[in-house]
């Protein structure tokens, strides 16, 4: 309800037309995205409005919304095969700092299309322009399209959706409303998210908006997750009776037949 | 139908785990070993982390060898004595091993070192399996019989000292080659994610010349002492116990095991151990082929944990 009453208000806050900056305001659907036992993804929205625009420009569709989905700043690890005598063994190896678990893109176009890649380059907007502190480095910040470690880095978690761009999924209600789709895989990582909504007129960044929700387990598998690391003991005894229990139902029922 | 594994933070689909638990679960119920050296690089296959695979596999083991045990207990087929023998060793092993297995994890060779152990201990074993028991089929077959092997004596693990009388096994053996035995399969029970049963079960044979009669029931009942306290260690030192995979397997695993036995009554005993041993060389050179084998991609990612953290 509250949402529906803030989307009213924004909606005539971007038809009242007062010429000045314009900004973006944004509102997500959920501030919490639940794993549970039958979690296999979830598409979460994102809505907002730009205002304060020029209402002429607004129609002619002069502005352009990128909205950036970025997980946790994590460390990660890339090693290397190489072969030593006969076998392939994990060799040289790199470490970096502030690499994010997720990131995910979403706009309405191709965003090189729309705006300068010196300029995404810069702002580190797109897969294409991710950083990350190699720690061997001194924690200098790099592309993570600089050498062969980090392409790995940026190519395995392509591969396996933590990395994505779409170029379609966001979709103008009305000239100054635009609602996107951010679906998130079934692996993706738990914890806080940031999204963050750009917006860009002529290729020029005139307003950012930022918002969070959490990935979080819920119910049995919160409870199991925390009992593991919190109780570890008491959880590795309770692994145990329970597959004594199994062990032992087992050969009760089997027993008579 | 998928399911959230909490630990292994990953979707997956619960009747192919169930599948292989009771895939797994058959063969060990025929074969009468626990299977673990078969789920461990199975679950790798089906990319559960080697971590949780591992550690894991030990609680479900805990499962399937208590089940057995039982069966053995009432049939009064368990050196009780020797069991917690090789149980004093194989707790210190299991400690070691856990151990070195952090260890390992931490310097990024873990899956590699799983591969390497797997590879060396079924091919050696696989293949000595395989020669003795067509050796057996070939006699049988000459004799008409089975022929009985008798065990000789070896004469140096019989010459050693703290001799410890077993009225189970009608055996008078030194102490000190039952826990080195306890503690080599406690070891490599933590870092390979197996019960041990198929490195026990011939050592105790042929090693210390245990009767083939209490070999099965008296290495089931140390097991479940040593996968019980591998499952405790690993949940308190590397949070790598998943309690729903376990679950899952456990449950296809005890089912498979009754089906399993019922199908190995069928065959005689060398033929068994001729097709454990052909099986046990099979997935020795599926995991020698990908040590070999260029990889299609060289380089692998580890997340290393959150910073500023949660």
Request: overall charge positive.
């Amino acid at each position: 309800m509250f949402r529906v009453v803030t989307l009213f208000a924004l909606m005539l806050i971007a038809l009242s037309g007062v010429q000045a900056k314009e900004k973006l305001q944004m509102g997500l659907s959920v501030d919490v995205v639940p794993v549970g036992s039958d979690f296999a993804g979830q598409d979460i929205v994102v809505f907002g409005a730009i205002e304060l625009a020029d209402q002429a420009e607004l129609y002619r569709g002069e502005y352009d919304v990128f909205i950036e989905v970025i997980g946790d700043l994590q460390e990660a690890i890339v090693r290397k095969k190489d072969r030593i005598s006969g076998i392939w063994i994990n060799a040289a190896a790199r470490e970096y700092r502030d690499v994010p678990s997720f990131y995910s893109l979403h706009s309405r176009n191709p965003i090189e299309e729309v705006v300068d890649p010196s300029v995404l380059s810069n702002l580190g907007i797109g897969v294409k322009y991710l950083k990350a502190k190699p720690v061997d480095r001194g924690n200098i910040e790099e592309f993570l399209t600089q050498g062969e470690f980090s392409s790995a880095l940026r190519r395995k978690r392509i591969e396996s959706r933590l990395f994505s761009e779409n170029a379609s999924s966001i979709e103008q209600i009305s000239p100054s409303l635009f609602r996107a789709s951010v679906s998130l895989p079934p692996n993706v990582p738990i914890g806080f998210h940031t999204v963050k909504a750009h917006l860009f007129k002529d290729g020029k960044k005139l307003d950012e908006v930022t918002h969070t929700f959490e990935v979080r387990k819920v119910g049995f598998e919160e409870w199991i997750y925390n009992l593991a690391h919190e109780q570890s003991l008491l959880y590795g005894i309770l692994c145990v009776l329970l597959a004594i229990f199994t062990g032992w139902f087992a050969n009760v029922v089997f027993r008579k037949n | 139908m998928s399911i959230y594994l909490p630990i292994a933070e990953l979707s997956v689909n619960i009747w192919i785990l169930f599948g292989m638990g009771a895939a797994v679960g058959f063969l060990s119920g025929m074969f009468g070993v626990g299977g673990g050296f078969l789920m461990t690089p199975l679950l790798i296959f089906y990319n559960i982390p080697p971590a949780v695979a591992v550690a894991t596999e030990a609680n479900q083991i805990v499962a399937s060898s208590f089940s057995g045990a039982l069966a053995h207990l009432r049939k009064g087929t368990v050196d009780i004595k020797l069991g917690l023998l090789l149980l004093v060793g194989g707790i210190a092993g299991s400690t070691l091993g856990v151990y070195i297995f952090s260890a390992l994890r931490e310097i990024g060779q873990l899956d590699l070192i799983i591969s390497l152990l797997y590879v060396v201990f079924l091919g050696a074993i696989g293949t000595l399996m395989t020669i003795e028991s067509l050796r057996a089929i070939q006699k049988s077959k000459k004799n008409g019989g089975t022929a009985a092997r008798k065990p000789g004596h070896s004469g140096f693990i019989h010459k050693l000292p703290f001799k410890v009388k077993f009225r189970k096994s009608k055996l008078v053996l030194s102490v000190i080659p039952i826990i080195a035995l306890g503690m080599l399969v406690g070891i490599l029970a933590a870092i390979m994610g197996v019960g041990g049963g198929f490195i026990m079960v011939p050592a105790m044979i042929y090693l210390l010349r245990v009767p083939t009669n209490v070999v099965i029931g008296t290495s089931l009942f140390q097991i479940i002492f040593v996968t019980a306290f591998t499952t405790i260690i690993q949940s308190t030192t590397n949070q790598t116990v998943d309690v729903v995979l376990a679950f899952i397997l456990m449950v296809g695993g005890v089912i498979g095991a009754q089906f399993g036995a019922a199908a190995g009554h069928k065959l005689k005993g060398e033929q068994l151990r001729a097709l454990l041993g052909l099986l046990v060389l099979g997935v020795c050179i599926r995991l020698g082929y990908d040590l070999v084998v260029t990889p299609d991609d060289l380089f692998n990612v580890i997340a290393a944990g959150t910073e500023g953290g949660h």
